[in-house]
């Protein structure tokens, strides 16, 4: 039993040398963690905000990244975004984080999430030691790597928790969902197992929350979680949404029951429901037709859109599939033209597309859960669960007249990208400040 000792000892030094070590090669420099900082979806619009909101402050900062150059995010980035990546930005690239990602692995997804998130942290503290990290991806662990052995302040943007006690509800009733399979549904072993699985790893994720000096999240649902499980009182940040372009389109003259949905065409995104509230209106709503908009990114993605294609085309509904959709055409086709958005995504943390929604002028119909029903919508009347309340409030929504949409317009300046760039500084000024000699007011 003597050597197991002897090598816990040196394990022990060997950590507390790397420790040293890391901390000796520190910078005094702020820099962002986005390892997938060119997908253009909502957590990149969080980043290049960020990113835009500080460039004034400071003379340089860095970002790590899987593999990025300034010309390359340049021309993305600002076709997506309308955002100018700033010159004093430098990529530091990493290499591959696929690793950390969910659909990286097909068992034990959280473990080896967890795990990959805390060699990649390690990976970035290779390449360079920050004075300050700010992870704009909500990465599980990564900031106790960052701290214990950097030295680094951390700065955190929670999208959604890593871990949830409405996970831990959705398995213990046995609720057949895109996370939690039918057989392990159906297994009362099996959904104890996960249950012990879950809990294990919600414990060790709740000691994350003393790894990080600022915490921010995306929403009031979000928040609550974090609170729940870091048991630290989180800053509600809410994402930047491009709500100043969108409002500038005319409020009338829209298309009669014409809806859209923009969202990815994902299992989460519950769209077989929005199929089902058609199905319950077409007869009564000749006129009625649907868009589904949203990112196909891959196999997966373009196998569910089959799918949903297979059961349009079969129950002949008034329903239309746009996939990958250019914004221009999204924007002048879609959002300028239409009369009401859909949104059926069961706890969707926050809901950029409801904010963009209303911002449009676009009479919003969503999920009556988390982002929608706290922060977006709220009013209930707007809010709905089954397809049959879908259906009703739908029929509800056909009638709004254009005095309605101005008032949902003018209730989303708190989501625009300038109440983002404000609150940003304000929640991160005080730490970077403490900790950076050359930030400027």
């Known amino acids: 039993m003597i050597w197991v000792l002897w090598l816990f000892v040196l394990v022990a030094i060997a950590l507390v040398a790397l420790a040293f070590y890391y901390r000796s090669q520190r910078k005094n420099v702020v820099t962002f963690f986005h390892p997938n900082c060119l997908d253009c979806g909502g957590g990149e619009k969080v980043l290049w905000v960020a990113v835009d909101a ?7 900062m860095h970002l790590f990244a899987q ?3 300034n010309d390359s995010a340049q021309e ?15 990529f ?7 690793f950390i990602k969910p659909g990286y692995y097909k068992h034990f997804t959280l473990i ?4 990959g998130s805390l060699v990649y942290a390690f990976k970035c503290l290779n390449k ?6 700010i992870d704009t991806t909500g990465a599980p662990f990564a900031s106790i790597v960052w701290k214990l052995f950097g030295g680094c302040k951390v700065i955190l943007y929670i999208h959604y928790p890593f871990i949830s006690t409405d996970m831990l509800k959705a398995v213990s009733s046995g609720n057949d969902q895109y996370n939690n399979n039918q057989k392990i549904a159906k297994s009362k072993v099996l959904t104890s197992i996960k249950i012990i699985y879950y809990r294990i790893i919600a414990f060790i994720y709740s000691l994350c929350g003393y790894f990080a000096d600022v915490i921010t999240v995306n929403s009031t649902w979000t928040g609550n979680h974090i609170r729940e499980i870091f048991r630290r009182d989180p800053i509600i940040l809410f994402p930047p949404c491009d709500t100043t372009d969108l409002s500038k389109l005319p409020i009338e003259n829209r298309i009669p029951e014409q809806i859209i949905s ?15 509230i058609i199905r319950r ?3 009564t709503h000749p006129n009625m037709k649907l868009y589904i908009i949203g990112g196909c990114r891959n196999e997966a993605d373009k196998k569910l859109l089959d799918g949903l294609q297979e059961e349009i085309d079969r129950d002949k509904l008034p329903i239309t599939l746009v996939p990958n959709c250019d914004f221009d055409i999204l924007r002048n086709e879609y959002f300028a033209r239409s009369s009401v958005g859909l949104h059926t995504m069961y706890n969707e943390h926050f809901g950029i597309c409801a904010v963009e929604y209303l911002a449009a002028g676009l009479i919003p119909l969503c999920n009556k859960s988390a982002g929608p029903l706290y922060d977006i919508v709220k009013d209930e009347n707007y809010l709905a669960l089954t397809a049959d309340e879908y259906a009703a409030k739908l029929e509800v929504a056909f009638k709004c007249d254009d005095s309605a949409r101005l008032q949902f317009r003018n209730s989303c300046s708190r989501f625009s990208y300038e109440e983002f760039s404000k609150q940003f500084i304000a929640a991160v000024a005080p730490l970077i400040k403490s900790e950076v000699t050359n930030y400027k007011e």
């Open 92 to 98: 530091v690239n990493v290499g591959s984080a696929d």
């Open 67 to 69: 593999d990025a150059t």
């Open 76 to 90: 993305k980035v600002n076709k997506v975004f309308k955002i100018n990546i700033p010159s004093n930005i430098k």
């Open 54 to 60: 500080l460039k004034e402050h400071l003379p340089e």
């Open 112 to 115: 080896f999430q967890a795990i």
């Open 128 to 133: 360079e030691v920050p004075a300050i990290v």
């Open 262 to 276: 923009v969202q990815q065409f994902r299992p989460e995104k519950n769209l077989p429901l929005q199929l089902e």
């Open 281 to 283: 209106l077409k007869d």
